[in-house]
């Protein structure tokens, strides 16, 4: 299937429950290169090379194992390190435990978000340094915010629902530039949710 190819079906969001690829994409240049897709793709192990910092040689390989477990996919065209290269899914969600009951994948998912909690907190660390030399205009559409409020557990699957589905509303221009609206950069967020009691002492 290739990028281009306007009858192809959209992509969806991959709930990840394969011990093994979860361990597969457990690697930060792994993950570097599949947010720099998110920026921008189709992408070659040379363009990737440029963006995440590391030789197109290592891209390669990185970009073929992502492609061996599911992560990835040619976009069609070119050899080698000159062959474009697209995510398969638009994100993935990890799951923190099998419905199974198997072990081998509730540790591989608990590595798997430690290193996507630690890239994602380092990422907010650089942007922390790094605003005070924004441009006014990247000022003032980045913030970041921390609230506490009462939901009961079915208030809080329907709030996650509404926050994917605000996303959502931008889904189509990940996969077409041409919907992109002039001036219209890639923003992130990063989003974590929890019941804040969790960090209290267990009361006996």
């Known amino acids: 299937m290739s990028f281009e190819d306007v009858?192809?079906?959209?992509?969806?969001?991959?709930?990840?429950?394969?011990?093994?690829?979860?361990?597969?994409?457990?690697?930060?240049?792994?993950?570097?290169?599949?947010?720099?897709?998110?920026?921008?793709?189709?992408?070659?192990?040379?363009?990737?090379?440029?963006?995440?910092?590391?030789?197109?040689?290592?891209?390669?390989?990185?970009?073929?194992?992502?492609?061996?477990?599911?992560?990835?996919?040619?976009?069609?065209?070119?050899?080698?390190?000159?062959?474009?290269?697209?995510?398969?899914?638009?994100?993935?969600?990890?799951?923190?435990?099998?419905?199974?009951?198997?072990?081998?994948?509730?540790i591989a998912a608990a590595v798997l978000s430690t290193v996507l909690w630690d890239s994602w907190l380092e990422r907010i660390r650089k942007i922390g340094a790094m605003r005070s030399a924004f441009p006014e205009h990247w000022n003032k559409i980045t913030s970041s915010a921390e609230s506490i409020f009462y939901l009961t557990p079915e208030e809080a699957e329907s709030f996650r629902a509404e926050l994917t589905a605000i996303l959502f509303r931008y889904r189509e221009r990940l996969e077409d530039p041409s919907l992109r609206p002039e001036g219209a950069i890639p923003m992130e967020l990063i989003q974590f949710t929890f019941p804040a009691d969790a960090l209290r002492p267990l009361e006996d």
């Open 7 to 106: 009858d192809a079906p959209p992509r969806e969001h991959r709930r990840l429950t394969d011990p093994k690829a979860m361990r597969a994409v457990a690697h930060p240049t792994r993950l570097a290169l599949l947010e720099a897709l998110g920026r921008r793709e189709p992408l070659t192990a040379t363009e990737a090379a440029q963006m995440v910092g590391e030789s197109p040689t290592n891209c390669a390989f990185h970009l073929r194992t992502l492609a061996k477990y599911g992560f990835v996919e040619e976009a069609g065209g070119g050899n080698g390190r000159s062959r474009p290269w697209r995510r398969a899914h638009i994100g993935f969600t990890v799951e923190d435990s099998d419905p199974a009951g198997d072990p081998e994948a509730t």
